[in-house]
């Protein structure tokens, strides 16, 4: 088999899978596809697509291809457990934040700002509905330990060994802690007592059939 036929028979593969899955192949993924054998031989192939220009690759991402005119690149986080859009829950535990990620969770590139440091979250509750952040949505979340006021963050009361998802903002003495929601009333907590987990940057739903 030449190798132009491989690189043609690669770029079609990686289309395909692109346009059924919405997210690209990983190198794995296309060895295995293509009877490959080795992943070093399909690097070499990508390099030589990625110079003719049919595609554009990210260093040290998995799912870092993207096809021209197809799609984008996607990253993936880890779903690290649930937080409370409601009356906080308490954290760590078995059914809350885990260390090892529950699932994966793919999301586009340009979502994120910073690949590092991120995770996701399951809502549980409705305290941010008004901010169109509702039971069973995904927030996706940049690991920070400081936030500016009216930012949506994780934070760890550390008194109550409990976390929840709220707006931020300092006053005199204190930290408010306030949903999106009318119904519901603001945390008011200790500067001291209270750690920023990290602040949301996107929001994903998925929706029920």
């Known amino acids: 088999m030449r190798k132009s036929y491989d690189r043609t028979a690669m770029l079609q593969f990686i289309r395909d899978f692109v346009e059924k899955k919405g997210y690209a192949p990983t190198v794995g993924e296309i060895q295995q596809a293509l009877e490959i054998s080795s992943k070093s031989v399909v690097h ?18 998995t799912r ?30 078995e059914d809350t934040w885990h260390a090892v990620a529950l699932e994966n969770v793919e999301i586009p590139a ?18 941010m509905i008004d901010a169109l952040v509702d039971d069973g949505d995904i927030v996706i979340m940049e690991a920070v330990v400081s936030v500016e006021d ?22 005199k003495g ?24 990290g602040k949301v940057v996107a929001v994903l739903r998925r929706y029920k059939q």
Not at 44 to 61: C, H, N, P, S, T
Not at 111 to 126: E, F, I
């Open 44 to 61: 070499r192939y990508l390099d030589a697509l990625e110079d003719e220009g049919f595609i554009k690759r990210e260093g040290q991402v």
């Open 64 to 93: 870092g291809i993207e096809v021209s005119g197809i799609g984008g690149r996607t990253r993936v986080v880890p779903l690290l457990g649930t937080i409370a859009a409601g009356q906080p829950i308490p954290v760590p535990t």
């Open 110 to 127: 340009d979502l994120l700002r910073s690949p590092n440091g991120t995770y996701a979250l399951l809502v549980k509750g409705t305290s």
């Open 150 to 171: 009216g930012q949506m963050v994780a934070a760890w009361l550390t008194d109550r060994n409990e976390a929840t998802l709220k707006r931020f903002y300092r006053e």
């Open 174 to 197: 204190r930290i408010r802690l306030q949903p999106a929601n009318q119904t519901m009333k603001p945390i008011y907590v200790d500067p001291d007592k209270v750690q920023i987990q």
